[in-house]
């Protein structure tokens, strides 16, 4: 079993920046980035494939949120620029455990809270 551990978190303002992490224990193939805010439903926000030749975003989070890797040291990156009120949620690392997988695995989630 992988394990995920997500870091980063924080509370930040509205225009703020912010940089999340997640650190898996043995190598992943796919790796992507979902958020649940309260009373909502958990979403996608972005995906990489284990390459990173292929990114894709969340139509809310796009031209503001980049998301990247370092097969090295099996980590995830999600950049964040021109934080919203409504990107506050807890976000959620996860990963696929082959090339035909999208999510096997899930961290346990850093809160991320943007104030207007």
């Not at 912010?18 to 805010?37: E, N």
């Not at 996608?44 to 796009?62: E, L, M, Q, R």
Request: some cysteine; aromatic content about 10%; proline content about 2%.
């Amino acid at each position: 079993q992988v394990q995920l551990v997500e870091s980063g978190g924080g509370l930040v303002q509205a225009g703020d920046s912010l940089r999340l992490s997640c650190t898996a224990s043995a190598p992943v193939y796919k790796m992507s980035w979902f958020r649940q805010a309260p009373g909502k439903e958990r979403e996608f926000v972005a995906s990489i494939t284990w390459s990173g030749s292929i990114t894709k975003y969340a139509d809310s989070v796009k031209g503001r949120f980049s998301i990247s890797r370092d097969n090295a040291k099996n980590t995830l990156s999600l950049r964040m620029d021109s934080l919203k009120s409504e990107d506050t949620a807890v976000y959620y690392c996860a990963a696929g455990a082959s090339v035909y997988a999208d999510v096997n695995y899930w961290g346990q989630g850093t809160q991320v809270t943007v104030s207007s």
